[in-house]
Nanobody, 120 residues
Framework: QMQLVESGGGSVQAGGSLRLSCAASGSIFSINAMGWYRQAPGKQRELVAAITSGGRTSYADSVKGRFTLSRDNAKNALYLQMNSLKPEDTAVYYC??????????????WGQGTQVTVSS
């Protein structure tokens, strides 16, 4: 069982930066991947960035070159550094963990979300 708690959201002007953190607690058998999703009003939730258990990262085209995903396994934490923010980045950002149970079933965990607002 795992709990995810996001922090670091807030309001920033266009061109500014924010760093989101995701703190994981509890125990699981294994993790396949972790990532950040976002959902803007009236829009579908979309994957922003993901990292596999092997450390490979991937990014949505809209954030490549601006966002950087990293993790600290010792601290059980996931981070999203967001630079050169644009108004279209405004959304609720969610931390996600794709995990396996002891029996090999997949469980998807979500944080509560943190609001990011970018003003022009």
């Amino acid at each position: 069982q795992m709990q995810l708690v996001e922090s670091g959201g807030g309001s920033v002007q266009a061109g500014g930066s924010l760093r989101l953190s995701c703190a994981a607690s509890g125990s699981i058998f294994s993790i396949n991947a972790m990532g950040w999703y976002r959902q803007a009003p009236g829009k579908q939730r979309e994957l922003v960035a993901a990292i596999t258990s092997g450390g490979r990262t991937s990014y949505a085209d809209s954030v490549k070159g601006r966002f950087t995903l990293s993790r600290d396994n010792a601290k059980n934490a996931l981070y999203l550094q967001m630079n050169s923010l644009k108004p279209e980045d405004t959304a609720v950002y969610y931390c996600n963990a794709d995990t396996n149970t002891l029996l090999g079933h997949r469980l998807d965990y979500w944080g509560q979300g943190t609001q990011v607002t970018v003003s022009s």
